[in-house]
Nanobody, 123 residues
Framework: QVQLVESGGGLVQPGGSLRLSCTASGSIFSINDMGWYRQAPGKERELVASITSGGSTTLRDSVKGRFTISRDNAKNTYLQMNSLKPEDTAVYYC??????????????????WGQGTLVTVSS
């Protein structure tokens, strides 16, 4: 009924930039917080950045000054990643707290994950 689709991952050299995009679709009533997580091989998934419906943002310390999270309208969020480092290599996942209509036109709420997009920082 609702889904998130990410795009924008790829291979980039250290010091380079990438912009990840995430679009929500489906029978959406509203979206609360949206965020980006990442998971490197052999490591746990971690929160990278989040943004509320009002535009307030949080960033993990290791990406402050390099990454920026933003959103436009109600359904898209972006992660601008600059000065990328090899340790930023991971699968990046979009996450959103979505209020939606189910098949019976009832309002429901759940956390939704995207399928992930791979970011590789290497020379």
């Amino acid at each position: 009924q609702v889904q998130l689709v990410e795009s924008g991952g790829g291979l980039v050299q250290p010091g380079g930039s990438l912009r990840l995009s995430c679009t929500a679709s489906g029978s959406i009533f509203s979206i609360n917080d949206m965020g980006w997580y990442r998971q490197a091989p052999g490591k746990e998934r971690e929160l990278v950045a989040s943004i509320t419906s009002g535009g307030s943002t949080t960033l993990r310390d290791s990406v402050k000054g390099r990454f920026t999270i933003s959103r436009d309208n109600a359904k898209n969020t972006y992660l601008q990643m600059n000065s990328l480092k090899p340790e930023d290599t991971a699968v990046y996942y979009c996450n959103a707290d979505i209020v939606y209509y189910n098949d019976y036109s009832q309002i429901r709420n759940r956390q939704v994950w995207g399928q992930g997009t791979l970011v590789t920082v290497s020379s």
